[in-house]
């Protein structure tokens, strides 16, 4: 049998420890395959635009009323009406600013209606006001035509129990709030 020279064995065992260190270099650690699956799937995601989903941290909501470019926006999660009604390009001249407040927290799928002044005038040195059913306390609730005190609570247990009234319809799904009830106070309630 053959001996191979020592010059040879040695040169062997370098070019296996070179490759080792390349092949080690080459395999990506388990973060780069994650981010790779990731952006693999990403990628393939938005090929579909069937398949395009706003991300876990906006919400979309729609701006109505008498603002300059009315519409449906997507907006970061945790901002204000004020932003929402800025990036439908701000109130028009017509608008009436207190009839919402600029301040509140907005939702997913909220509505952001801007009344007219014309729509809502004054009424005794004040401006027509419309309660949210999502924020009223007992005390408001009792105030609409139809409720009292059992039916505010109930109100505000589904409120609690279920999250916020996506309509004004919803409060049919309250025991004892029919039609008939719902409609007397109607006009007087909003959502959020």
Same mark, same amino acid.
């Given at each position: 049998m053959k001996r191979i020279p020592n010059y040879a064995?040695? %040169?062997?065992?370098?070019?296996?420890?070179?490759?080792?260190?390349?092949?080690q270099q080459d395999m990506? +650690?388990?973060q780069k395959v994650l981010k790779m699956?990731?952006?693999?799937?990403?990628?393939?995601?938005d090929a579909n635009p069937k398949n395009k989903q706003i991300t876990k941290s906006s919400i979309v909501v729609d701006v109505k009323g008498e603002v300059n470019q009315p519409g449906v926006y997507e907006l970061e999660e945790g901002?204000?009406?004020?932003d929402a009604i800025k990036r439908a390009g701000g109130m028009t001249d017509k608008a009436d600013? %207190?009839?919402v407040n600029l301040a509140q927290k907005?939702?997913?799928?909220?509505?952001?209606?801007?009344? +007219?002044?014309?729509?809502?005038?004054?009424?005794?040195g004040s401006y027509a006001y419309k309660l949210s059913i999502n924020r009223a306390s007992l005390e408001d609730l009792m105030n609409l035509s139809g409720?009292?005190?059992?039916?505010?609570?109930?109100?505000?247990a589904y409120r609690n129990q279920y999250g916020p009234f996506k309509s004004v319809d919803d409060l049919l799904e309250i025991s004892g709030i029919g039609s008939k009830t719902l409609e007397g106070f109607r006009d007087d309630v909003r959502v959020p």
């Open positions: 064995l040695t %040169l062997l065992v370098l070019l296996s420890f070179i490759g080792l260190f390349f092949w990506p +650690s388990d699956e990731q952006k693999n799937q990403s990628e393939n995601h901002r204000r009406v004020q600013p %207190l009839s907005l939702m997913d799928e909220m509505v952001v209606y801007v009344s +007219s002044e014309t729509l809502v005038g004054k009424t005794a409720i009292g005190e059992a039916k505010a609570k109930k109100i505000i």
